[in-house]
């Protein structure tokens, strides 16, 4: 079996296809997809129940080393909606079921585990791709756990690990080294995206490393401390870093909600 589509490069092939259709679920013996030459996905489970009205899709799932930009048009074409495009390489075995409400909204639930190599992501609304290196993931269920994580975007190169809660509405831990942090440059990144469903509810919080970062005319050095994120509002408690030849030691909140940030310091 070929599928074709607009959005499609090739068409997805399908090795073969076996079905048990009942009224109330629809249930695929294991199969193999392609799409052209390059990327094998094995399917060893696959069902959609309640077909009629709220969708379930369960799909146990595997590649090794299969090209991103096809596994996202894969994933895609299952129902998956991922507001992604990317390039790079993949290696992935989870248990993914999906839930649709009748909509364009659906719950996502993924088990397993998987590997990104020399990746290139760009979320709805990024300005420039994340170019992530290396990083080794673990889902389990609605969250996923991100180590050996080695990425730049832009100007800003990031290694550590980060905890991923709730991928509707993502909830960030994380505890990062970054070389530098161009504040001008990392708002035009992400101007578009912050405006999307997904970062109206972004929230993030954690622990981070900066060797330097620049606001304007200004330059800070060796910024340390613990960063908390939401609802356009940045605080970072305790937070230390180096300002020529001097030092701060206290706190900062950074209000972004208005078109000029407002910015509030407690320390010494």
Same mark, same amino acid.
């Given at each position: 079996?070929?599928?074709?589509? !607009?959005?499609?490069? +090739?068409?997805?092939? %399908?090795?073969?296809?076996?079905?048990?259709?009942?009224?109330?679920?629809?249930? /695929?013996?294991?199969?193999?997809?392609?799409?052209?030459?390059?990327?094998?996905?094995?399917?060893?489970?696959?069902?959609?129940?309640?077909?009629?009205?709220?969708? #379930? !899709?369960? $799909?146990?799932?595997?590649?090794?080393?299969?090209?991103?930009? &096809?596994?996202?048009?894969?994933?895609?074409?299952?129902?998956?909606?991922?507001?992604?495009?990317? @390039?790079?390489?993949? @290696?992935?075995?989870?248990?993914?079921?999906?839930?649709?409400?009748?909509?364009?909204?659906?719950?996502?639930?993924?088990?397993?585990?998987? #590997?990104?190599?020399?990746?290139?992501?760009?979320?709805?609304?990024?300005?420039?791709?994340?170019?992530?290196?290396?990083?080794?993931?673990?889902?389990?269920?609605?969250?996923?756990?991100?180590?050996?994580?080695?990425?730049?975007?832009? +100007?800003?190169?990031?290694?550590? *690990?980060?905890?991923?809660?709730?991928?509707?509405?993502?909830?960030?831990?994380?505890?990062?080294?970054?070389?530098? $942090?161009?504040? =001008?440059?990392?708002? +035009?990144? $992400?101007?578009?995206?912050?405006?999307?469903?997904?970062?109206?509810?972004?929230? !993030?919080?954690?622990?981070? *490393?900066?060797?330097?970062?620049? %606001?304007?005319?200004?330059?800070?050095?060796?910024?340390?401390?613990?960063?908390?994120?939401?609802?356009? =509002?940045?605080?970072? &408690?305790?937070?230390?870093?180096?300002?020529?030849?001097?030092?701060? +030691?206290?706190?900062?909140?950074? &209000?972004?909600?208005?078109?000029?940030?407002? %910015? /509030?310091?407690?320390?010494?």
């Amino acid at each position: 079996l070929n599928f074709k589509s !607009a959005g499609l490069p +090739q068409a997805i092939s %399908v090795s073969e296809l076996k079905l048990d259709c009942k009224p109330n679920i629809i249930t /695929a013996a294991p199969f193999k997809t392609t799409l052209g030459s390059r990327t094998a996905v094995d399917i060893s489970a696959l069902s959609i129940s309640d077909y009629a009205n709220q969708p #379930r !899709a369960h $799909v146990e799932v595997s590649t090794d080393n299969g090209q991103i930009d &096809d596994l996202l048009r894969i994933a895609e074409s299952f129902g998956i909606k991922t507001n992604l495009t990317g @390039s790079g390489i993949a @290696s992935l075995k989870a248990v993914i079921d999906t839930k649709s409400d009748g909509t364009t909204n659906s719950d996502v639930s993924i088990s397993g585990q998987g #590997r990104l190599q020399q990746a290139k992501l760009s979320p709805q609304g990024f300005a420039k791709p994340l170019e992530i290196n290396q990083a080794d993931i673990k889902f389990t269920g609605n969250s996923a756990r991100v180590d050996n994580f080695n990425a730049q975007l832009g +100007q800003s190169a990031a290694s550590g *690990w980060l905890d991923v809660r709730n991928f509707s509405r993502p909830d960030v831990g994380f505890d990062l080294k970054i070389n530098q $942090v161009n504040v =001008i440059e990392l708002q +035009q990144i $992400v101007a578009g995206y912050k405006s999307t469903e997904t970062a109206s509810g972004l929230s !993030a919080s954690g622990k981070v *490393w900066i060797g330097k970062v620049v %606001v304007d005319n200004l330059s800070f050095t060796d910024v340390q401390g613990t960063l908390a994120y939401k609802d356009d =509002i940045l605080k970072l &408690d305790p937070i230390g870093l180096n300002l020529y030849g001097g030092g701060y +030691q206290g706190a900062a909140t950074i &209000d972004q909600k208005q078109k000029e940030p407002a %910015v /509030a310091l407690n320390g010494r």
